[in-house]
Antibody, heavy 117, light 111 residues
Framework: EVQLVESGGGLVKPGGSLRLSCAAS????????MNWVRQAPGKGLEWVSS????????YYADSVKGRFTISRDNAKNSLYLQMNSLRAEDTAVYYC??????????WGQGTLVTVSS | QSALTQPRSVSGSPGQSVTISCTGT?????????VSWYQQHPGKAPKLMIY???KRPSGVPDRFSGSKSGNTASLTISGLQAEDEADYYC???????????FGGGTKLTVL
């Protein structure tokens, strides 16, 4: 059974940093592209970033480019999102999700990031 | 990239069919056969229901179907059931540097 467990969310002040993690199990992690998708409270889904299986290809939404960094450790079956220069509008539940093709196949339960002074 | 356009809400009675539209541009929906649909119940993670416009993942009932015409994709749910009440989001690939553009979401109410 595919399991994705996000962690690292919390309350952070504007301009601060946070590192999210996603622990994967139940599938061959190194064969899948991985993604971060977020959802602001009461709002819709927004794609944030994607990383290919070998980290050769990395993409970011314009809204986070230059501030967020996606990475992965295939030996540890883990995905990461380093978030710097956080803004109030980054407040959201952050989901990690697998991709095999152009879709998000499996999703974690999410971790809440709140940016507030 | 602008978000795809979905109706804010749709409704139907049990047993009926409903269709949710998702309108984009030739740079996303119209340019690729990579439209996917997600179901999200309150407080839960999204679930993939349709991918590559019309394919269903294993375990998704065949009451759910997808199609596309030009820049508009559609999700049709036939034989509505109470458990179908949820938010539905479309998503399209939009080129090399934009893995996914989502619609604003549609709230389905089963009357």
């Amino acid at each position: 059974e595919v399991q994705l467990v996000e962690s690292g969310g919390g309350l952070v002040k504007p301009g601060g940093s946070l590192r999210l993690s996603c622990a994967a199990s139940g599938f061959t992690f190194s064969s899948y592209s991985m993604n971060w998708v977020r959802q602001a409270p009461g709002k819709g889904l927004e794609w944030v970033s994607s990383i290919s299986s070998s980290s050769s290809y990395i993409y970011y939404a314009d809204s986070v480019k230059g501030r967020f960094t996606i990475s992965r450790d295939n030996a540890k079956n883990s995905l990461y999102l380093q978030m710097n220069s956080l803004r109030a509008e980054d407040t959201a539940v952050y989901y990690c999700a697998t991709s095999y093709g152009y879709r998000f196949d499996y999703w974690g339960q999410g971790t809440l990031v709140t940016v507030s002074s | 990239q602008s978000a795809l356009t979905q109706p804010r809400s749709v409704s139907g009675s049990p047993g009926q069919s409903v269709t949710i539209s998702c309108t984009g541009t030739s740079s996303d929906v119209g340019g690729y056969n990579y439209v996917s649909w997600y179901q999200q119940h309150p407080g839960k993670a999204p679930k993939l229901m349709i991918y590559d416009v019309s394919k269903r993942p294993s375990g998704v009932p065949d009451r759910f179907s997808g199609s596309k015409s030009g820049n508009t994709a559609s999700l049709t749910i036939s034989g509505l059931q109470a458990e179908d009440e949820a938010d539905y989001y479309c998503c399209s690939y939009a080129g090399s540097y934009t893995f996914g553009v989502f619609g604003g979401g549609t709230k389905l109410t089963v009357l």
